[in-house]
C-alpha cells in the first residue's frame, strides 16, 4: 500500500518512516506528487488541522493520507505558541525566529515546564479521516543547544533528560517524541487499515 504523508519536511518524513515500518507499507511524500496545493492551516486546533490537511490531501492524491500537526505548550504563556507554533514568529515559517521569540518571552522566568502534542489524522481518499495524539512532558532550556532534530528541538528538553531534542540520538528522539508517541500509537491503532485498506 501507498500512504502519501502531508509533510515536505524530510525531517519528519524520516522520523515518520522509522516507526511506520510495517510490511507492504511504502510511504509517499508532496517530494513524490509535485503539484499538490499547499493546505491552509486554518483550524483553531491542533486536531482540525491534522484531519484538514489529511482529508484534503488523500482526496486530491487519491491515496490514503497520514498528517500531523504539532504545538508546544508553554505552561508559563497559557499553552502558547501552541496551534501557531510553527509561525510563532510570523510568516514565512522561520525556526529560528520562533525559539528567538520563545526564549526572549520567558526571559527571566523560572517556570519553564512545557510540552509537545502531536495529532495525527488519517484519511482514506474518500474523506474519511480518523486521529489521535501523543505528549511529551519536557521544559524550556535558557539556550540553544544541540545541532540535530527541527523546529524547537534544540530548547525542548524531555522530562528526564539533561539533553535537548537535539542533542539527542534518532533512536532515543523516535522512542520518546511526541511524534513518537503518536506514530506508535497509529501503527498499533490503525494496523489493520495501513496493511489492507479499505476503499471507505
Request: aromatic letters at 4%; hydrophobic letters at 40%.
Amino acid at each position: 500500500m501507498n500512504l502519501f504523508i502531508a509533510t515536505r519536511n524530510p525531517g519528519k518524513l524520516d522520523e515518520i518512516r522509522a516507526i511506520l515500518d510495517l510490511p507492504g507499507l511504502d510511504l509517499v511524500s508532496c517530494a513524490d506528487i509535485p503539484g499538490l496545493a499547499e493546505v491552509v492551516e486554518d483550524g483553531e486546533t491542533l486536531e482540525q488541522n491534522a484531519v484538514k490537511k489529511a482529508v484534503e490531501l488523500a482526496r486530491a492524491s487519491g491515496l490514503w493520507a497520514l498528517a500531523d500537526d504539532t504545538g508546544l505548550e508553554v505552561d508559563a504563556l497559557d499553552g502558547a505558541p501552541g496551534v501557531i507554533s510553527a509561525r510563532y514568529a510570523g510568516d514565512p515559517p522561520d525556526a529560528g525566529a520562533n525559539m528567538a521569540l520563545l526564549l526572549k518571552e520567558l526571559r527571566g522566568i523560572d517556570d519553564r515546564r512545557a510540552r509537545f502534542r502531536t495529532v495525527i489524522a488519517l484519511s482514506s481518499p474518500c474523506g474519511d479521516a480518523r486521529a489521535l495524539d501523543g505528549v511529551c512532558e519536557g521544559s524550556i532550556a535558557t539556550e540553544r543547544s544541540g545541532n540535530l532534530g527541527f523546529g524547537y528541538d534544540p530548547i525542548f528538553r524531555p522530562a528526564g533528560y539533561r539533553e535537548t531534542f537535539a542533542e539527542l540520538s534518532a533512536d532515543v528522539k523516535n522512542r520518546i517524541s511526541h511524534r513518537a508517541l503518536a506514530l506508535q500509537h497509529a501503527r498499533s491503532a490503525w494496523r489493520d487499515l495501513l496493511l489492507t485498506p479499505t476503499t471507505e
